[in-house]
């Protein structure tokens, strides 16, 4: 297997992303395309004696900064590294692609370089999240701000798809999320998303309050962008808040800190558990062919993870599992198979 990487996304590009493309290609047994600046990647890997093995460089001048505006990918930086990768991923030069730059600019370039499966309506961001036990993808996270209730049926089939594939949890629970549980609740949008997720084949267990997630609200929470993104940067917020103050506390004198040397071995599993590191990134839920995106500040440790999860994605079928279901629920309902629309 071969796995694109854009070489220069993120804020630690391109230390941390090839520690992490060497750790990923020891372990994963899998090749890597590089795309960026070939001159610094190769200086990059010999002052700190990172190995290239089985890593193919593409030479790509410029760099798109996460202060750029989405739109540019196809404008002042179509010689980027992202929007380079995203093209031979298009060309079918490896079977897949990760990057851990601009968030709107891949999701502008996944769109119009990369497309859509036929069908989908749009592409959705869904990164996998830590629960009380195990995890949970919240589709769509911010790729998306307005939504139609066919778009959120949508994001639920794929999640599933994905969650049953790839995190290998059977029949996973689908949940829309709500400001409350009855199906009364919400807004039009939510209203019609509810009964279009009620008809289909999906385990689809009603709608979910934001404090129940955590808990173990479902396997799949389906959300308009705004609302997942919403959700995504509380979450976050929230575990960094608690691991702090849990941090200050065994650290405030010294019967706490024997304490927590007694307890370290927990509190690690807590902190693992917590950390998003473990999870690396979320795939672009849509796309005709995989793409993924990985956390801005990624370290080479996420980065590692990314990549892991990126094979797995790609392993378990799903853009074809995807596409499948499309298909039959279209057959189903008497719709015609539509042309890739992409660029609409």
Do not use: W
Request: with cysteine; proline share 3%.
């Amino acid at each position: 297997m071969k796995i694109i990487v854009d070489a220069f996304g993120g804020d630690n590009a391109p230390f941390e992303i090839l520690k992490g493309c060497a750790q990923a290609v020891d372990e994963l047994d899998i090749d890597i395309l590089l795309t960026g600046r070939k001159d610094e990647i190769l200086r990059v890997a010999k002052e700190n004696e990172i190995s290239l093995n089985r890593m193919q460089i593409i030479d790509a001048p410029d760099v798109i900064t996460m202060e750029d505006h989405a739109g540019e990918i196809m404008k002042s930086k179509v010689n980027s590294s992202m929007a380079e990768g995203l093209r031979r991923l298009a060309a079918g030069e490896g079977d897949a692609f990760l990057s851990a730059g601009n968030s709107g600019a891949l999701v502008v370039g996944a769109t119009l370089l990369v497309k859509r499966i036929k069908g989908i309506k749009r592409i959705a961001f869904a990164p996998v999240m830590p629960k009380k036990d195990g995890c949970f993808m919240l589709i769509d996270s911010g790729a998306n701000v307005e939504c139609k209730p066919d778009m959120l049926r949508q994001f639920g089939v794929m999640g599933s798809i994905y969650m049953e594939k790839v995190m290998k949890i059977p029949n996973p629970r689908v949940a829309l999320a709500n400001i409350g549980t009855e199906e009364h609740k919400g807004g039009e949008l939510q209203h019609e998303a509810y009964a279009m997720l009620s008809k289909t084949d999906l385990n689809f267990i009603g709608n979910v309050e934001a404090r129940d997630i955590p808990i173990d609200g479902a396997d799949v929470i389906v959300a308009d962008g705004f609302t997942g993104n919403t959700i995504l940067k509380t979450y976050e917020g929230v575990a960094i808040l608690l691991l702090g103050k849990l941090k200050g506390i065994f650290t405030k004198n010294i019967i706490n800190k024997i304490a927590a040397g007694i307890l370290l071995k927990d509190i690690k599993a807590l902190m693992k558990t917590m950390d998003y590191n473990e999870y690396g990134g979320a795939p672009l839920m849509g796309c005709a062919k995989p793409v993924f995106k990985a956390h801005g500040s990624a370290k080479a440790k996420t980065f590692f993870n990314a990549l892991r999860l990126t094979k797995a994605y790609v392993d378990g079928g799903v853009v074809d599992e995807i596409a499948a279901s499309i298909a039959n629920y279209r057959k189903d309902h008497g719709q015609e198979p539509v042309e890739d629309v992409s660029e609409e």
